[in-house]
C-alpha cells in the first residue's frame, strides 16, 4: 500500500483545513485506515480512524467533535476535515494503513503503511 498525504498548510485559529490521503495498491474497503500528527520532539500521536470497512470510527479526545474522517472509495480516498483549529493542533499529520485485522487502531506500531506527513499550522 502507497499513501499520499496532501491538503496542510498555515490557518488561523479557528480556522478550518481538509486533508486527503490518497490509497494505491489496496482499494480502501480492504484497509482499516487512520490519521496521527507530530510534534518535533515529541511521540506520534493518534487523532482518528476508520476500521476495515469503515464501521467503526474513533476519535482522540482533542479532537473529538472537531475533526471528522471519512473516506471516499471511489477515489480510494480518506480525509480529515478539521474545523475549529487550535494552536496546539499544529503538527506534521500522518495517514496509516493497517490491514492485519478488522478492528480500529489507535497505536502507531498497528499501522505498517505509512504517507509521508502534511505539516498544519495554527496561527494565534
Known amino acids: 500500500v502507497q499513501l499520499q498525504a496532501s491538503g496542510g498548510g498555515l490557518v488561523q485559529t479557528g480556522g478550518s483545513l481538509r486533508l486527503s490521503c490518497a490509497a494505491s495498491g489496496r482499494t480502501l474497503s480492504t484497509i482499516g485506515m487512520a490519521w496521527f500528527r507530530q510534534v518535533a520532539g515529541k511521540e506520534r500521536e493518534f487523532v482518528g480512524a476508520?476500521?476495515?470497512?469503515?464501521?467503526?470510527?474513533m476519535y482522540a479526545d482533542s479532537v473529538k467533535g472537531r475533526f471528522t474522517v471519512s473516506r471516499d472509495l471511489a477515489k480510494n480516498t480518506m480525509s480529515l476535515q478539521m474545523d475549529s483549529l487550535k494552536p496546539e493542533d499544529t503538527a506534521v499529520y500522518y495517514c496509516?494503513?493497517?490491514?492485519?485485522?478488522?478492528?480500529?487502531?489507535?497505536?502507531?506500531?498497528?499501522?505498517?503503511?505509512w504517507g509521508q506527513g502534511t505539516q498544519v499550522t495554527v496561527s494565534s
Open positions: 476508520l476500521s476495515w470497512g469503515a464501521s467503526s470510527i
Open positions: 496509516a494503513a493497517k490491514d492485519t485485522d478488522y478492528a480500529v487502531g489507535t497505536k502507531v506500531y498497528e499501522y505498517s503503511y
